[in-house]
């Protein structure tokens, strides 16, 4: 089923996030958009696969994956096989820019979803909020919204594929390790003796495919994480996070946490 959600210009200022569109179990065509949409897009690989084509790089959607793509962004998708089902939103609004370099969601591509489930309930809510048809829908939705794009942050990782969308079991297995282990005390030698290989193989194998090293990438990935932390549980103190998040002295949480969003931990804390 697929949504359009019109809303007035009045509302729009008012509220900073702004649900465009829903899709929900849809099943989806070939598109061309050379100038894309004047909105964010995110798209879920549901069951088949698909071909996104995003600025002259090609992308491989299936199951498990979600594909983001900016406003004004040339693109085109089409089905590989006979059957490519997705869920897919469109929305915009005053906040949206800002909320999603802090989310770390602004880039175009590919993101790896944990569990895709936690993500599909949100849609499964806005669809619901859609068809009651009240007239505070903009504002439940946009609640809604806020609360999809937190949940997807903290269940994604952004994975930089190749030109033909491929990327190596081993780097998608040591990705998914970083994501389960992230809070315990990591290092490139221990990757190494995991999966078999020598450490320096690991790092230029996933250097190759994603652009940054395990480390720098794991780095990422608690940045992300006390980020959503920081959001969902404001109780905690900075010390609290970073032990939750694999940093286990304060002060280099508080330098490493700066240097990847501008601002201290109780500053964006407060924010």
């Known amino acids: 089923m697929e949504y359009s959600i019109r809303t007035t210009k009045q509302t729009y200022r008012k509220i900073p996030l702004v649900l465009r569109m829903l899709g929900v179990h849809f099943k989806q065509d070939t598109i061309l958009r050379e100038t894309g949409l004047p909105m964010w897009q995110i798209f879920f690989g549901v069951s088949g696969k698909g071909i996104f084509r995003i600025e002259g790089k090609q992308y491989v959607l299936e ?129 190494g003796s995991v999966f078999h290989r020598t450490p320096e193989y690991l790092c230029s194998l996933f250097k190759e495919e994603t652009g940054l090293t395990p480390m720098r990438y794991l780095i990422q990935i608690r940045i992300g994480r006390a980020k959503w932390l920081m959001t969902e549980e404001p109780q905690l103190t900075a010390r609290e996070i ?7 002295s304060p002060s280099y949480f508080g330098k490493v946490f700066r240097e990847h969003t501008g601002v201290t931990p109780l500053m964006f804390s407060h924010h």
Not at 242 to 248: A, I, K, M, N
């Open 242 to 248: 970073g032990e939750r998040c694999g940093f286990h």
């Open 63 to 191: 199951k498990g994956h979600a594909v983001i793509l900016p406003p004004d962004t040339a693109h085109s998708y089409t089905a590989e096989g006979e059957e490519w089902i997705v869920h897919f939103l469109g929305f915009s609004g005053n906040s949206c820019q800002k909320l999603l370099t802090d989310l770390e969601l602004y880039r175009a591509g590919v993101y790896r979803i944990r569990r895709p489930e936690h993500c599909f309930s949100s849609l499964q809510r806005m669809e619901e909020i859609i068809r009651e048809k009240d007239v505070d829908q903009n504002r439940r939705l946009s609640a809604e919204l806020y609360s999809f794009l937190l949940t997807f942050a903290h269940e994604s990782s952004f994975i930089l594929t190749s030109e033909t969308g491929q990327s190596p079991g081993l780097v998608l297995d040591i990705i998914h390790y970083l994501e389960e282990h992230y809070a315990e005390d990591l290092s490139l030698t221990q990757l």
